[in-house]
């Protein structure tokens, strides 16, 4: 830990919590807006009504501020997936309807602060720390869909679950980033309708 990080503090009264929140938000609009590289300090603790020294007080520089927003960007995501997995009954309803509930999930997941999500793709390459958070998320996804397919193992096609881990996993998540950030000529309905139908007949054994 650096000199200006063991000045930065911890918020513990109500207040403070309050008010780093309040940059972190103001950050994250900020970042979507106007992309990472355009946004100083200064505009982030304006956007937030602090002054910059009381940026200061809670975070080195906007790199420390851009980090633990992509932690709670990251974190509001996987709320909104795994409140629904935790409820989802994994053998005695139908898997084509829940592929489609987890596939609307995801929809839904991404779209927290969308703009967010897509100033991460530049910043994965540039910045180191981005690149080892993003990745142990995308690691904790593939663990997690392992975690499902050994739940169902008796009831899929698949023998190798690591490999068909990897498989469902990337093509879900290429096809609900299309779904999200592209406009094309097929809406994300027919998109979602195909790409459900395709990972039920690649999984699971006909009922």
Do not use: C
């Not at 990897?166 to 309905?189: H, L, P, R």
């Amino acid at each position: 830990m650096t000199s200006s990080e063991d000045k930065t503090r911890t918020p513990q009264q109500e207040r403070s919590i309050r008010t780093k929140e309040a940059i972190l938000q103001a950050a994250m609009r900020l970042f979507s807006d106007k992309g990472y590289h355009n946004t100083t300090s200064k505009e982030i603790a304006r956007a937030a009504g602090v002054s910059t020294g009381s940026f200061y007080s809670y975070f080195v520089d906007k790199k420390a501020v851009f980090i633990e927003a992509l932690v709670l960007y990251q974190r509001e995501f996987y709320e909104q997936v795994e409140s629904y997995l935790a409820n989802a009954d994994l053998h005695n309803g139908n898997k084509t309807d829940f592929l489609v509930k987890l596939v609307e999930s995801l929809i839904a997941a991404h779209q927290v602060y969308k703009e967010f999500h897509n100033e991460l793709g530049v910043l994965y390459y540039a910045e180191p720390e981005v690149k080892k958070l993003m990745d142990g998320v995308h690691e904790q996804a593939f663990q997690t869909t392992l975690y499902y397919l050994k739940r169902w193992k008796d009831e899929l096609k698949v023998d190798d679950l690591e490999a068909a881990s990897v498989v469902v996993f990337n093509t879900m998540d290429i096809m609900v980033d299309k779904m999200v950030f592209e406009e094309g000529n097929i809406s994300a309905d027919r998109l979602k309708k195909e790409l459900v139908q395709m990972l039920a007949v690649y999984l699971f054994r006909e009922e």
